[in-house]
Every structure is written in structure tokens, then in C-alpha cells.
């Protein structure tokens, strides 16, 4: 069972428009939940991370909003740029010693010039 | 450059050898975390590093694979009998503990695994 479901699956947007990526989970032990760029062949690259006690990040062109009563959270790519295209996933960890990422399946965005 | 290094980059094998790769942290970081991804898929966990000791391994992580990170520095990884299922970007990442208590976690560029 997909813990974090992440949505869309791809994403088609217009240079300078906004692209939204949407994610849910359901444990509520989950405490920490950033967002990753991937360019082909690559590894992760960390983007933007927020925790559940603020409802929303911004640094740059990318925010992250948290609605922790519906346990979902997105990220906002403001003024998208062709250079953004490449797949973004979202992913969670719980407290403890062990802070594994538990990964949404990712999202491929590819913004048109 | 100061981030997490993976080597080799790409390693082709036939069904049945032993492969190992090989991870260098970023320096000072001690948490160490192995993933396995798929094509068009997310990252899953393997196994995670405290310094030296292994603590805690995934039901993923078959008796074929070990890993190990001696003096709490680089790891390495090893897959005995590769089987054409293990085919897969294999990433590595690290971490320290930020003063918030959550932790960051820097990934390398990968080793894509290719088993014929």
C-alpha cells in the first residue's frame, strides 16, 4: 500500500505558468516532508522541506503548502521555467532514530518554452 | 566538490556475478542511507547507517545483499548472485541531524546497475 500518493502522475505547463504537484499520506507519525527534483540519470536533489507545525514554506519560486487536518501537502512551482522540467517527488519520514524516506511515485513535469 | 560520491557510476554484469559499490558521504555527516529505485518509480529504502553500525535493513534487502561502513566513513554495498530483477539505480544518501531535529538528506548521483 502506497503510503504517500502523490498526483498528478505527469504535468504539461506553460513557460511562466504555475505548476502544482499534490500529495497525500496517512501516517500521522509523519513529521518531516520534503520534495525532490530529478533530472534523468541523476540522483535527488533536495528542493524544499516542511514540517506539520508551520501551513506553509516558500523559498524562491517554490512553496511548499501543508493542511495537516487533511493530511496533504503540495508544492507550488511559481513562474515555471523549461530549465524546471524533470520529475519531482514528494516523500515523508517519522520521528526516531531512523529518519527513512518514504517516497511518492513522482511526478513528470515538462514545461513548454 | 563536498557531496555525496558514488562510484562506479554504471556497472554491467552478467546473471550470477558479485557486484559492490562504494559511497562517500559528505564529510562529518554520520547518518548513511541506502535506497534502490526503478524506472519510473520512487526511491526505496534499503538500509541506514548510525557511524559504523547497520540499524535497520529492509525486508527488500535479501541475504544477497550486504552492506557495510567501516569507521563510520564510506560504505559499500554488495550483491552476491546478481539476478536480473536487482537491475536498478542504486542511490546513496547522507545525513546530520539539523538543530531542528529533522534531518536533510543529500543523495549522490547513483550507481545504475544493468544485469544481463
Known amino acids: 500500500q502506497q503510503q504517500v500518493k502523490q498526483s498528478p502522475q505527469s504535468l504539461i505547463v506553460q513557460k511562466g505558468g504555475i505548476s502544482i504537484i499534490n500529495c497525500a499520506y496517512e501516517?500521522?507519525?509523519?513529521?518531516?516532508f520534503p520534495w525532490y527534483q530529478q533530472f534523468p540519470g541523476k540522483g535527488p536533489a533536495l528542493l524544499i522541506a516542511i514540517r506539520p507545525d508551520v501551513s506553509e514554506k516558500k523559498e524562491g519560486r517554490f512553496t511548499i503548502s501543508f493542511n495537516k487536518s487533511a493530511k496533504q501537502f503540495s508544492l507550488h512551482i511559481m513562474d515555471s521555467q523549461p530549465g524546471d522540467s524533470a520529475t519531482y517527488f514528494c516523500?515523508?519520514?517519522?520521528?526516531?532514530?531512523?529518519?527513512?524516506?518514504?517516497w511518492g511515485l513522482g511526478t513528470s513535469l515538462a514545461v513548454n518554452p | 566538490d563536498t557531496g555525496v560520491s558514488q562510484n562506479p557510476r554504471h556497472k554491467i554484469t552478467k546473471r550470477g556475478q558479485n557486484v559492490t559499490f562504494r559511497c562517500d558521504p559528505i564529510s562529518e555527516h554520520n547518518r548513511l542511507y541506502w535506497y534502490r529505485q526503478t524506472l519510473g518509480q520512487g526511491p526505496e529504502f534499503l538500509t541506514y547507517?548510525?557511524?559504523?553500525?547497520?540499524?535497520?535493513k529492509s525486508r527488500l534487502l535479501s541475504d544477497r545483499f550486504s552492506a557495510e561502513r567501516p569507521k563510520g566513513s564510506f560504505s559499500t554495498l554488495e550483491i552476491q548472485r546478481t539476478e536480473q530483477g536487482d537491475s536498478a539505480m542504486y542511490l546513496c544518501?547522507?545525513?546530520?541531524?539539523?538543530?531542528?531535529?529533522?534531518?536533510?538528506?543529500?543523495f549522490g548521483p547513483g550507481t545504475r546497475l544493468t544485469v544481463l
Open positions: 516523500a515523508a519520514s517519522r520521528g526516531g532514530n531512523n529518519r527513512k524516506l518514504i
Open positions: 544518501a547522507s545525513s546530520s541531524p539539523t538543530g531542528m531535529g529533522y534531518n536533510e538528506q543529500f
Open positions: 547507517f548510525q557511524n559504523e553500525a547497520q540499524l535497520e
Open positions: 501516517n500521522t507519525a509523519f513529521d518531516y
